[in-house]
């Protein structure tokens, strides 16, 4: 008997084992879900960084009559306004901003100081001895237009203006001052000022300086004198703008009134040239708008998808304005061609200007323009004699893909051609006479050259932009160089391992230099054209921002898909990071060719990446096969005839590679997301590789590029041009879509679309929607009211609905589901009543 019991005890006392090591095992496997850090991710809203981060990079504004240059940088100490003189190395403020305040407060009646001083629209005096500029009051006055003065718009604040000595720091009040309104965005001055270029009703209109004057001051004014250059325009087919983003109803209003005219005027301001498109017989596309005051409106416009026929038109237009004559130029060479008259570089100089004519490239006797084949393997940059109208091709570009130029650099009025290309795989520029003989490279190397920032011509000496110089560099980081027009002195200008952006004085001797990383401080320094430093500008004041508890986040290299090509990506990290815990992924995601979502320098837009990972994940940015251009030739025409998958597999690398290296890394919960070609590239990822891609948010995405624009698409996918025995030219598009595999979906996904969205249409999400219902695949979709492509006002409630949504199915927390107020946005709300 007692062995029997001394048994059943031994075996009670087993089974009660058991059950507590199946307790542990069954509490280890199911564990709690992870709750997503809600504080955190509100606490770097985009207006919470307003108040975080201020000035990141100096603006200059270059003088116009010396190489000086004054500029504008905040602080959590208020606004400083300095200026700069580089020949004499000397930066000093503008005024003391006490002083200022204290002799505005004495005028205005308004309390001011040093710390809240807000100066507008600061501009120099032509002798740049003096600056004014403006003050707004608390004092109400009625607006000068306003024929009801009762009306509760009647009313604006009063601005009062002032002008400043900066010899004798005297200020001066200017008196019954009125600011005046701004330059009507329709009007295409001529550098002379004596005429001004619009378009109404789809033809061409002219008048006078001032009659100008009196449509800015009131565009209604009968006593306006304006003059009709053509009479053949009609809508569609028009000179200037034709209402295009606008609904039916406003085209029927607006028709006609005065709208833009794109006119490039000769330097000399007898002749204008205008591009003129008739796209009669390209098929409409509509979008609706559902939340429009009143009715819903339809807004109804042009859109050529890829390998439709009906194409539109480019023709180019030369008038003379002296004879008020215009005659259409004979520039055809391929079908459906597209036209480009090139416009002359902006001088920095220039950028205050009141008046700021579009001048073409060349001067009066010549300008330069572009010319395309459909296909974009060939392109001719042309020159066109104003005279007689003749076009000769001066410079002929052929490749196997697409086709990239940039505008020419002009030495001696044109005399010799500074022209930009990829022939040798690489972005390069290449010196050509006059008449298209090539003279020489000036560049070449494995890197790619980027911008031309100023020409020497005395010297003949080259400034540019490039990247991918440097060794042991992120490729992309830029830099300024100099180079001798014949390919000799090539000299960095900005060392530093850092992304450099630079403005540099109009006469080629001074640049500004803006330098970070996104793991630094942003700091400005000024040089001299032979990478002389000069003076210490600014470092940026990022001390609010790291009390609040940011932390920089971490480039890294991994490997592509191929095991070879390198990819740069940046990692961020929860604030409160713990190394021994293990993280879910999140891919933000745009997958190019024509840039990356990769950021390079410290910046304010966060919301994507830093806040979206401060909910409790590790979001990576990284770049693909494929995709930004400002690496090879090769690297950039990867996905070429292949523009569904061709940047998949390197993201799916680059996330098992990160695993491999960091243990905190969980390459079992991955979430994707992205906008435009992110929000495509986001759904193919789930569709290509269901079992890696858990879960995706995919907004805007042009999920069926047989419907997306016809240049994007038959540019990057490529499109095949037919030429028949009897010599007609058709071409064939072909192209995999996101709805054709959408029976793969085995995660999770949401898709967001504005309605009225005429960049990507929402029939691309729809048609996804339409796929994934019949191959009986749950799913979200959500409408986003009234918006373009961007979200617009609805941005921010669109990255909360994001972040739910990763959180519910990464992070497995379902706590906010019940909740019906957006609590993080409500916090930030001010209530009046």
Not at 44 to 55: G, N, V
Not at 320 to 336: C, I, M, N, Q, Y
Not at 455 to 476: H, M, Q
Not at 562 to 578: Q, S
């Amino acid at each position: 008997m007692k062995k029997f019991y001394f048994s059943f005890l031994l075996c009670a006392l087993a089974t009660q084992l058991f059950a507590q090591t199946k307790t542990i095992t069954t509490t280890e496997v199911i564990a709690a879900p992870e709750k997503a850090n809600y504080q955190m991710a509100a606490r770097f809203s985009p207006s919470k960084l307003r108040k975080m981060i201020y000035s990141t990079a100096v603006d200059a504004h270059w003088l116009r009559n010396s190489n000086r240059f004054w500029y504008q940088y905040e602080t959590p100490n208020g606004k400083n306004w300095y200026i700069v003189d580089p020949a004499n190395r000397n930066k000093k403020q503008l005024f003391d901003p006490a002083t200022l305040a204290a002799e505005i407060t004495l005028i205005v009646r308004d309390p001011f100081d040093k710390q809240n001083l807000p100066i507008e629209n600061l501009k120099f005096s032509d002798d740049e001895k003096s600056i004014t500029f403006e003050i707004k009051s608390t004092i109400d006055e009625v607006k000068p237009d306003r024929k009801d003065k009762k009306a509760a718009d009647s009313l604006q604040k009063k601005i009062f203006k002032f002008q400043y000595d900066l010899s004798n720091s005297k200020l001066t009040e200017l008196k019954d001052y009125k600011r005046p309104k701004a330059k009507p965005s329709w009007g295409a001055v001529a550098p002379d000022s004596s005429a001004i270029i619009f378009t109404r009703n789809y033809n061409l209109y002219w008048m006078d300086k001032a009659n100008y004057m009196k449509a800015i001051k009131n565009e209604e004014d009968s006593t306006i004198v304006e003059h009709q250059l053509t009479k053949e325009g009609v809508k569609y087919y028009a000179f200037g703008s034709d209402g295009s983003g606008e609904n039916n109803e406003e085209v029927i209003k607006n028709d006609k009134k005065r709208r833009r005219a794109f006119v490039l005027w000769s330097p000399d301001s007898k002749y204008f040239t205008i591009q003129r498109t008739d796209s009669r017989k390209v098929k409409d596309l509509w979008v609706i708008n559902s939340v429009s005051s009143g009715r819903p409106t339809l807004e109804t416009y042009k859109y050529q998808m890829p390998g439709e026929a009906e194409a539109p038109i480019d023709e180019i237009w030369l008038f003379d304005f002296g004879a008020k004559t215009g005659k259409k130029l004979s520039v055809s060479a391929f079908k459906d061609q597209s036209l480009n008259v090139y416009s002359r570089p902006s001088l920095n100089k220039e950028r205050d200007v009141e008046f700021r004519p579009a001048i073409w490239l060349g001067d009066n006797n010549k300008f330069y323009m572009g010319r395309t084949s459909r296909d974009l393997k060939r392109i001719d940059i042309c020159v066109v004699d104003v005279k007689s109208g003749a076009i000769k091709p001066v410079i002929e570009e052929r490749f196997n893909t697409y086709v990239e130029v940039q505008r020419p650099g002009l030495v001696n009025g044109g005399k010799e051609l500074i022209h930009w290309s990829e022939r040798d795989g690489w972005g390069h520029y290449y010196l050509f006479d006059e008449n298209g003989k090539l003279k020489n490279q000036i560049t070449k190397g494995a890197f790619h050259c980027e911008e031309i920032i100023n020409i020497d011509e005395k010297n003949r000496v080259l400034y540019f932009t490039a990247n991918g110089k440097e060794p042991k560099e992120d490729p992309y980081y830029l830099h300024l160089y100099r180079v001798n027009f014949d390919g000799s002195g090539l000299k960095l200008l900005n060392a530093g391992d850092f992304d450099h952006q630079v403005s540099m004085s109009d006469d080629g001797k001074f640049f500004v230099d803006n330098y970070s990383r996104v793991n630094t401080v942003p700091k400005t320094t000024l040089y001299d054209n032979s990478g002389n430093k000069v003076l210490e500008l600014e470092t940026s004041d990022l001390s609010l921002l790291m009390a609040a508890g940011y932390k920089f986040p971490e480039p890294f290299k991994v490997k592509a898909d191929d095991g070879v090509t390198d990819l740069y990506g940046v990692m961020y990290k929860p604030f409160n990071f713990d190394p021994n815990k293990k993280y879910p992924v999140i891919e933000y995601v745009y997958p190019g060719p024509q840039t990356e979502a990769v950021n390079k320098a410290f910046g304010r837009s966060m919301d994507r990446v830093d806040r979206l990972a401060q909910l409790g994940y590790i979001v990576i940015t990284v770049g693909n096969r494929g995709g930004h251009p400002a690496r090879s030739k090769w690297y950039h025409t990867y996905g070429y005839g292949n523009l569904r998958d061709y940047g998949l597999a390197d993201k799916k690398a680059a996330i098992e590679q990160l695993a491999d290296r960091y243990p905190y890394v969980d390459a079992t919960k991955v979430g994707i997301t992205g906008h435009s070609g992110g929000g495509f590239m986001s759904t193919a990822a789930m569709l290509v590789y269901p079992d890696f891609f858990k879960v995706a948010v995919s907004a805007a995405g042009n999920h069926d590029n047989s419907i997306y624009n016809r240049w994007w698409s038959e540019k990057h996918h490529g499109v095949k041009e037919i030429i028949s025995l009897k010599g007609d030219t058709t071409f064939k598009y072909s192209i995999d879509k996101n709805p054709d595999l959408a029976k793969n979906l085995k995660g999770h996904l949401l898709l967001m679309h504005g309605d009225v969205d005429n960049n990507v249409h929402p029939a691309n999400s729809i048609r996804v929607a339409n796929a994934l219902i019949k191959a009986n695949k749950r799913f979200d979709f959500m409408i986003v009211p009234g918006q373009r492509h961007s979200f617009g006002d609805m941005t921010e409630y669109m990255f909360w609905r994001l972040a739910d949504y990763f959180n519910n199915y990464l992070l497995g927390d379902f706590s906010r589901s019940e909740e019906v107020n957006m609590t993080e946005m409500d916090k930030e709300v001010e209530r009046k009543n």
